[in-house]
């Protein structure tokens, strides 16, 4: 099992310019989530997705967008990168009917210039 | 929502010694507490979790407490070795909505 994937590892992109973070579990999980990662701010929550079809805000949704694909992938896009958008971001998915364990995916290390 | 509060933010110990980590939360609906320690350049990585009806669980050198009246938890690291050295985050999160809420997280860093 590769567990969680996630593409690209890196990324440097300027002011105004698109892309889209990838992340794919084979665990069968339900629920999959993105968050950010900033020095001294601990994981914020972006998206989530509790289960195929369907797709929440979290704490820090604005200027990002996602897309539940399958019951496998969930991405991440950002329309207009901006500076503040430079960070580490993480994919996680997990089992809705407990234990809640959660498991993280390499992450996307991000620079908007 | 959910608030959970770390501490401290940084926590350097030489090698053998004992480390703790507290963290407290603001609902008193959560009931399950999970830790995670990141490794410098990857994702973090569950590494002991207590739900609301166990008070203590340890797991070799690793163990957290549970004050669920006090709305604290708390980790505990014994025998510190330099392989320790990571970012820890504590979680809260409730049965009806399975979604944690992290800590902002702790270095801590073992000196040999």
């Known amino acids: 099992n590769a567990g969680v994937t996630q593409t690209p590892k890196f990324q440097v992109l300027k002011t105004g310019q698109s892309m889209t973070l990838q992340c794919a579990q084979d665990?069968?999980?339900?629920?999959m989530y993105w968050y950010r990662q900033d020095p001294g701010m601990g994981l914020r929550l972006i998206y989530y997705?509790?289960?195929?079809?369907?797709?929440d805000k979290g704490e820090v949704p604005n200027g990002y967008n996602v897309s539940r694909l399958n019951k496998r992938e969930f991405s991440l896009r950002l329309e207009s990168a901006a500076p503040s958008q430079t960070s580490v971001y993480f994919c996680?998915?997990?089992?809705?009917?407990?234990?809640?364990?959660?498991?993280f995916g390499p992450g996307t290390r991000l620079t908007v210039t | 929502g959910e608030n959970v509060e770390q501490h401290p933010s940084t926590l350097s110990v030489q090698e053998g010694d004992s480390a703790v980590i507290k963290c407290t939360y603001s609902?008193?609906?959560?009931?399950?507490f999970p830790w995670y320690k990141q490794e410098l350049g990857k994702g973090p990585q569950l590494i002991i979790d207590?739900?609301?009806?166990?008070g203590e669980k340890k797991d070799q050198r690793i163990a957290v407490t549970l004050n669920k009246t006090a709305k604290h938890f708390s980790l505990h690291i014994t025998e510190t070795q330099p392989e320790d050295s990571a970012v820890y985050f504590c979680?809260?999160?409730?049965?009806?909505?399975?979604?944690?809420?992290f800590g902002r997280g702790t270095s801590l860093i073992v000196h040999p």
């Open positions: 997705s509790a289960s195929e079809g369907t797709t």
């Open positions: 665990m069968n999980h339900n629920s």
């Open positions: 979680a809260a999160s409730s049965g009806g909505s399975y979604i944690p809420t």
């Open positions: 207590i739900r609301s009806n166990v």
């Open positions: 996680a998915s997990q089992e809705n009917h407990g234990p809640y364990e959660q498991y």
């Open positions: 609902d008193s609906a959560s009931n399950y």
